[in-house]
Structure formats: C-alpha cells, structure tokens
C-alpha cells in the first residue's frame, strides 16, 4: 500500500490549493478514503471522508463549506480542493485509507502553509 | 460530538518498564477504538484497533483494553524504538476524533 501526497506549498489567505493523493497497491475503489490534517506542533484533526464511489462526503464542521473530497477511481486518486484558506489551516495533510472505522494505511503527508 | 481526553499528556518512563495510557470517552463509544504511533517527522501508525486487537506487524508488547467508557494502551515493557506520541481515535455519527495524544519518553 502507498499513498503519496502532493500539491502543498505556500499560499497567500483567502486562496486557493488543491491536494492530491496518488494510491497503489490496493485495489482502490474498495476503500473509504480520508483526509486527515496535523498543525505544526499539533496533534490529529480529522477534517472529511469519502465513500467508495465518491457519492457521499463527510467534513469536519471546521472545513465544511471550504473544502471539497472528491475521488477519481480510473486514476486511482483522491482530491482536496481547499478554498477561502486561513492561517488556522496551516498544516501537514495526510491521506489515509480506511478499514472498518480505522486509518490503517497513511501517506507521508504534505505541508500547506498559509501566510501571507 | 464524542470528546476523546488522554491522559497522561507526558510520561517518562524506563528501559524495560510497563507503561499504560488511558484515552476517555465523552460518552459510549459504539463503532470502536484504535490507537496509533507517531514518531517525530512520521505519519500515524495504527497500532490497535476494536479497543483490543493488535494490527497486523505490531509487537505482541502493546496491548489494549476498554472498560465502559475508559481505554486503555498498555506497552508491557518499553523499547526504546516505541519513543512516539500515542492518539487515541474513534468514529460516530460520521466523524472521526482523535484524543490530544500522549508523548511516551525514555527516562
């Protein structure tokens, strides 16, 4: 199992950023998927999760309605369209693959830092 | 929402030792705990899941526990490699919390 994170980066408040998670390994479509966030220092915030067809997408109240999960099977690849970013959002964000109610496989993570 | 508290938040402990780190539940926790290792620059790695199984590859020394709302993480003799920050995790109502995590040190 792999999961490979990437697209972070500096990025002025307000805008925009969109992460990627390249899967292998597993068959992809069998899986939940899930973004999971960490601020410097910090400890693990859980911010959405995905079904496996994409058709239902769950979001921690502190993303909902600024950030999008979406998911491309053929590709197999996961997607976090990230807008209206605040300072609060700086964070090292991984991707994990669920099993039963569990992350049992995460990337490395990616760093998005947000300042101006 | 469950509100997951760790405690302690620090613990030094020795060589050989056995150590135990409770995660407390908000209220009944029906769909499961896990509990995960990070070590500093890493991600999270799951370590035990439905409060009490071992994942796959994880030393036999870990162990875990529940008892009604109280967890329990117990390394039954500390190695120097298991020098990590231990979260505890569950899942209710589409959302996952973690606890605010445990740093294990060597004395």
């Given at each position: ?9 500096l ?8 992460l ?7 068959t ?6 899930s ?22 997408v769950?979001?921690?109240?502190s ?17 976090l ?8 959002d ?7 693959r ?10 490395q ?8 | ?33 896990a509990?995960?290792?990070?070590k ?14 071992l ?17 329990t993480l ?24 973690f ?8 004395k």
């Amino acid at each position: 199992v792999q999961l490979v994170e990437s697209g972070g980066g500096l990025v002025k408040p307000r805008r925009s950023l969109r992460l990627s998670c390249a899967a292998s390994g597993f068959t992809f479509d069998d899986y939940y998927m899930s973004w999971i966030r960490q601020a410097p220092g910090r400890g693990l915030e859980w911010i959405s999760y995905i079904s496996k067809s994409g058709d239902n997408v769950y979001y921690a109240d502190s993303v909902r309605g600024r950030f999008t999960m979406s998911r491309d099977n053929a590709k197999k690849s996961l997607f976090l369209q990230m807008e209206g970013l605040r300072a609060e959002d700086t964070a090292v964000y991984y991707c994990g693959r669920l099993v039963q109610n569990y992350f049992d496989s995460w990337g490395q993570g990616i760093l998005v830092t947000v300042s101006s | 929402a469950i509100q997951l508290t760790q405690s302690p938040s620090s613990l030094s402990a020795s060589l050989g030792d056995r150590v135990t780190i409770t995660c407390r539940a908000s209220q009944g926790i029906t769909n499961g705990l896990a509990w995960y290792q990070q070590k500093p620059g890493k991600p999270p790695k799951l370590v035990i899941y439905d409060a009490s199984k071992l994942q796959n590859g994880v030393p036999s020394r870990f162990s875990g526990s529940a008892s009604g709302t109280d967890f329990t993480l117990t390394i039954s003799s500390l190695q120097p490699e298991d020098v990590a920050t231990y979260y505890c995790q569950q899942f209710n109502s589409h959302r996952f919390t973690f606890g605010p995590g445990t740093k294990v040190e060597i004395k």
